[in-house]
């Protein structure tokens, strides 16, 4: 009897480890979100079972960074749709605190390998490292809200890949913002590679009898527009394909300054999302039937937006107009990437001084380092 007393002690433990959730605490301004916050959280989810990201109110992040380009509700509404996150919690201290950790009943937090600082210009992470529950994921290099902010106030080409025939027009400077780059968090450009893609990639196949839906744009510059359209276009069928045109083809219908982010950006930024099951790099503007039918695609949707015509003039969705196979999709969002260009225009000497004021302090705490300082 006693063996078997002990043989049920060892059983309920083991039980009790299974049991056992690993919880992790991810926490950011998540303004602009794009695919290097998404690798974060992919990377952060990865350490555990778990994952809460915390997301800064706009009051937080005005005192400690300067004016973020997404309002907290957007910001709340894109992190929340980010597949490898399962919880959000708005509204969190910039400063990590071990409350906030016990709170939520995480085990330790986890952060990217780059600087964030406070507006006293300490570590916004201290606390939780002196305490041993901190971790770190590699940064993405080559991507950040300081250089996608600078883009837009330099109307830079930069970030585009090289094409000869890409317009190679004078593109309006719009500032002369020398610090949009920060040296300190990245300044290469992103390189695309086929683990990065499939890191992202849900890597499954629609099963058979699944409705497939093929919706196709620039998606650029990610944000809660582009998210509420692909909501109700998941709301159409079981299995979302993403098309997304070239930097060339985007840069005949938007215009000379656009995308502000290169195809391969745009790709891994539209994967993050949950609402997405596969993306075709580099889809062909038209809408052909050889496309639909490799893809088995059931229905083609659009938005409201006008639809600009081929470089020859006829209509890219005349094919799956003609299979009764089109529709056009209200996400009840007026939001447009545009837009969003208009707001750093608008608020421009906003931005500008705050990525110098951004650099100033990771200047600083670098230095500290390097002096063998305590961030």
């Known amino acids: 009897m ?8 060892i059983a309920d433990e083991n039980e009790s480890k299974k049991k056992k959730q690993t919880r992790v605490w991810m926490d950011g301004c998540f303004d602009m979100v794009h695919f290097g916050h998404a690798n974060a959280l992919r990377q952060g989810k990865m350490m555990g079972d778990y994952l809460i990201a915390g997301v800064h109110s706009d009051e937080e992040i005005s005192k400690h960074k300067g004016p973020p380009v997404f309002n907290e509700r957007e910001r709340y509404k894109m992190v929340r749709a980010i597949k490898w996150v399962d919880e959000i919690v708005e509204d969190a201290p910039y400063i990590t605190q071990i409350e906030t950790l016990d709170k939520y009943n995480c085990d330790f937090c986890v952060h990217g390998d780059d600087i964030t600082v406070s507006a006293d210009g300490k570590d916004t992470y201290h606390i939780v490292k002196t305490s041993g529950r901190y971790k770190e994921c590699k940064r993405t290099q080559g991507v950040s809200t300081t250089d996608l902010v600078g ?4 109307a830079t080409k930069s970030h585009f890949q090289h094409d000869d025939n890409v317009d190679k027009g004078t593109v309006e400077q719009i500032a002369q913002d020398k610090s949009a780059k920060s040296p300190w968090t990245g300044t290469c450009h992103f390189l695309a590679t086929t683990q990065k893609i499939i890191q ?12 497939i839906v093929y919706v196709a744009g620039a998606f650029d510059l990610f944000h809660v527009g582009l ?3 692909l909501e109700k276009v998941s709301q159409q069928g079981d299995f979302v394909i993403v098309g997304i045109h070239t930097d060339q083809a985007v840069n005949r219908y938007k215009g000379r300054n656009y995308p502000i982010m290169n195809l391969h950006e745009r790709v ?11 993306v075709v790099i580099g889809a062909p503007y038209e809408v052909t039937a050889d496309l639909m039918d490799h893809f088995k695609v059931d229905l083609v949707c659009h938005g409201k937006t006008p639809i600009m015509p081929c470089a020859d003039g006829s209509d890219p969705y005349a094919v799956p107009k003609s299979r009764g196979k089109f529709r056009v999709i209200d996400s009840g969002n007026e939001l447009t990437t545009m837009m969003i260009v208009e707001r750093i225009i608008k608020h421009r000497l906003e ?8 650099e100033v302090k990771e200047a600083k705490i670098m230095a500290a380092l390097s002096n063998g300082g305590d961030k």
């Open 2 to 9: 006693a063996e078997k007393r002990e043989g049920e002690v």
């Open 151 to 154: 883009r837009m106030l330099l």
């Open 200 to 211: 992202f990639s849900n890597g499954r196949e629609p099963n058979p009898g699944e409705k």
């Open 227 to 229: 998210l509420d359209f």
């Open 268 to 278: 891994l930024c539209v994967l993050a999302c949950k609402y997405v099951s596969e």
């Open 351 to 358: 931005y500008e001084e705050r990525n110098k004021k951004k």
